[in-house]
């Protein structure tokens, strides 16, 4: 068997009245999922465990197979683990954004989608500035970076600073123990940002970072160790690259991926064709109907939801039809709402198709189309598409 996960990042939203009540999902043309809810059956899935952060992280985790709530540690090390940056016992990992702040506001917590080329010198001079023997600043990938601190207090409260998008941001700066080393560090960076050449000509400057979703090393069992599986993870997200690493899977880095529309997905796709050539796992994800809603941008998220659903969803479905025995798996890892620019850890619709999976008789893959489906939870999903013991 080939069995293959496809992510719509945060693709799942509310009803919006500029649709006449539709969801995005629902507004969108997407024949290709349709197909597999024809071909399939649609559900309804928890990522987020209650207590848990509504984050990408968690969310796909959890879509993974892994019991979040059992492993996670936060974001920090598992993006640290996509770039190879070994974490000691002592070392706390953070998350630190690039973003721009202006007027009292979160202006923009990606500054502009700043690309990987325009941050990584910034980093650098970064780590000059201000690295010592107990603080490291990494880059990473467009405006996803790391700060990592050793003996790091635990018990800080950081907000992700894509939860106050237009919002005042000195509300949320981060309280608890260590608060006065992060501060001090993002009040240092200010003006080594400042000092940029490239960062000031860009039309939305990094003016400040914002280290958040902290953690300490973790570790999982591999999919190979628990279901015998061989396979690869497909993003341009480090944070989904890094859990890839961690359940042992194969990294396939597409060039001109961008985490953003207009992404690579023909690299995408060929990266996934390479993968199942002598694999049988493949997680694909594609994050931009995640930040067109945390934009607060309906038109463009729908554009995502289209562009997943015409260069992604049916392009593996045309895959599908010449290779025999697979099993497809469609589905964001989690809400992200258009009103509140935020994810939600509402229950998410998933569709899903192929050998030993009986169709429920729908043929629309949508929030309504699964509203009266039980509830599943994501690790005995996973298991359930693993084993394809769908009755």
């Known amino acids: 068997m080939k069995h293959i996960i496809l992510v719509g990042d945060g693709m799942s939203d509310d009803p919006q009245p500029a649709l006449g009540g539709k969801t995005p999902l629902e507004a969108a043309a997407t024949p290709n999922m349709d197909r597999v809810a024809a071909s399939g059956r649609v559900g309804r899935l928890l990522t987020i465990p209650p207590g848990l952060p509504p984050g990408s992280d968690v969310a796909n985790l959890s879509l993974m197979g892994y019991d979040a709530a059992a492993n996670y540690q936060g974001r920090g090390p598992i993006e640290a683990a996509s770039i190879g940056v070994e974490l000691g016992p002592e070392d706390t990992a ?48 467009s405006y996803r970076h790391l700060t990592i601190i050793r003996d790091f207090p635990t018990g800080l409260d950081c907000t992700p600073p894509h939860d106050i998008s237009g919002q005042p941001w000195a509300p949320h700066l981060p309280k608890g123990p260590g608060r006065e080393l992060i501060l001090d560090l993002m009040e240092k960076a200010r003006p080594v940002l400042a000092a940029n050449e490239i960062n000031r000509k860009r039309k939305t400057p990094a003016t400040d970072i914002w280290p958040w979703g902290q953690g300490r090393a973790m570790k999982l069992r591999t999919l190979g160790q628990r279901f015998g599986l061989k396979g690869s993870v497909i993003s341009a997200v480090d944070l989904v690259r890094g859990l890839g690493k ?110 030993g999976i009986a169709r429920d008789g729908g043929s629309v893959y ?25 009755a």
């Not at 010592?132 to 600043?137: A, C, K, N, Q």
């Not at 189309?369 to 005995?380: C, W």
């Open 246 to 355: 961690l359940a042992g899977l194969k990294v396939r880095l597409v060039p001109g991926a961008t985490g953003y529309l207009g992404t690579n997905y023909a690299g995408k796709i060929a990266a996934a064709k390479a993968a199942l050539t002598d694999e049988d796992f493949v997680y694909l994800h594609v994050e931009a109907p995640d930040e067109t809603s945390h934009e607060g941008d309906l038109a463009k998220k729908i554009q995502a939801i289209e562009e997943f659903d015409l260069n992604i969803v049916g392009e593996i479905l045309a895959l599908a039809e010449n290779v025999s025995g697979v099993r497809i798996l469609v589905a964001p890892d989690h809400a992200t709402k258009l009103q509140t620019k935020t994810h939600a850890a509402d229950p998410i619709p998933y569709v899903v198709c192929g050998p």
């Open 366 to 390: 949508s929030e309504r189309a699964a509203e009266k489906a039980p509830i599943d939870r994501a690790v005995e999903l996973f298991e359930r598409f693993i084993r394809g013991s769908w």
């Open 94 to 141: 953070f998350r630190c954004n690039l973003l721009t702040l202006g007027g009292g506001l979160m202006t923009d917590y990606s500054a502009g989608h700043i690309t990987t080329g325009e941050s990584r010198p910034i980093l650098l001079e970064l780590q000059a500035a201000l690295g010592t023997d107990r603080v490291r600043f990494i880059p990473g990938v």
